[in-house]
């Protein structure tokens, strides 16, 4: 009964919103131009910024999600799909990330666009993800900067007006992401091969650690499935006992005292928490992609050498 109240009301809010025009102002617009932006909207904060470094000021860029939130389980509101409906476009990472959007996209009316189906994935290679796509791309820098060509052809085909912004715009950030790229493949070139573990709580880091040759160890594949079991406990420690791992690490979504049992239990510190499904906020040390990828490659920096 209670869904049933919940899904009418949320039916209620989104015919009053689908009456409002596609269009709203920007709250940082001048009086003078007054002018009005179209809405991007994106489903993680994440994605989020990289799409406002793609279309700039042209655009007002939201995340359904907040920073900080968990994303792959993430339960959508009724105003979230009020803010839907004012948004011209929706993307999604795609990759069976967001559990949710499926769902949350078939009664809107507004276009689509998933990032995966442009990009090569890495199976997840065991439990009942197994075989799934992992979903985490946007992790390594690598593939950050095909996030950013990708969004520059898709956005340019929905609005080719603004084809050669979003160009200039994406080689821009871009340039960016290679520096950040080139600083991290120097480091892991320069690192003891036998300190190449990256042990973390989700197996959220298959592409950074394929795209820069370390090893990934987890304590469980996705964090919809954050069960940590005495084997794979068993296992983790084993492993960082056997191969002297420095530092292990957490995600910053989720808790971190199972790999504070690893860290106890062996001679391995913990390294601190990286960022993956969700920015901080602004007084985080993660409030951007790029502050994002730093913090954590520098994290990583710090645990390993
Ligand atoms: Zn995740």
């Known amino acids: 009964m209670r869904k049933k109240i919940l899904f009418l009301s949320m039916l209620l809010l ?3 919103a689908s009456g409002s025009c596609n269009r709203v102002s920007n709250k940082n617009e001048t009086k003078e131009t007054k002018e009005t932006k179209e809405v991007i909207l994106a489903s993680f904060t994440v994605l989020a910024d990289i799409i406002s ?20 389980g993430y339960q959508p509101t009724p105003s979230d799909l009020v803010n ?8 999604d990472n795609g990759f069976g990330f967001e559990l949710w959007a499926e769902k949350f996209v078939s009664n809107l009316k507004v276009k689509r666009i998933t990032v ?3 990009l090569d994935p890495i199976f ?11 979903p985490h791309a946007w992790i390594s820098p690598k593939r950050g900067m095909l996030y950013v060509d990708i969004l520059v052809d898709s956005l340019s085909e929905l609005r080719p007006s603004k084809r050669t912004l979003f160009e200039e715009n994406g080689k821009i950030y871009k340039d960016k992401l290679s520096k950040i790229d080139k600083e991290f493949s120097l480091f892991i070139n320069n690192l003891n091969k036998d300190r190449r573990y990256l042990v973390s709580c ?11 040759g370390l090893e990934e160890v987890y304590l469980w594949p996705v964090n919809a ?9 068993t296992r983790t420690i084993s492993l960082v006992k056997e191969k002297n791992v420095p530092s292990v690490f957490c995600e910053s979504t989720v808790s971190n005292e199972s790999q504070m049992v690893v860290a106890n239990e062996t001679e391995a510190n913990f390294g601190g928490n990286l960022f993956v499904d969700s920015l901080s906020d602004d007084n985080g040390p993660a409030s951007s992609y790029i502050k994002m ?13």
Request: glycine share 6%; hydrophobic share 40%; charged share 25%.
């Open 53 to 72: 470094n793609v279309a700039k000021d042209d655009f007002i860029v939201r995340s359904i999600t907040k920073p900080g939130v968990e994303v792959h």
């Open 14 to 16: 989104l015919s009053l």
């Open 84 to 91: 839907a409906s004012s948004a011209f476009v929706f993307i």
């Open 293 to 305: 990828l730093e913090h954590n490659l520098d994290l990583i920096k710090k645990g390993l050498f």
């Open 225 to 233: 499935e954050s069960q940590i079991t005495p084997k794979r406990m």
């Open 116 to 118: 995966a189906e442009d």
């Open 202 to 212: 989700e197996g959220a880091f298959s592409y950074l650690t394929n795209d820069y």
């Open 124 to 134: 997840i290679s065991e439990d009942f993800y197994k075989g799934k796509p992992n």
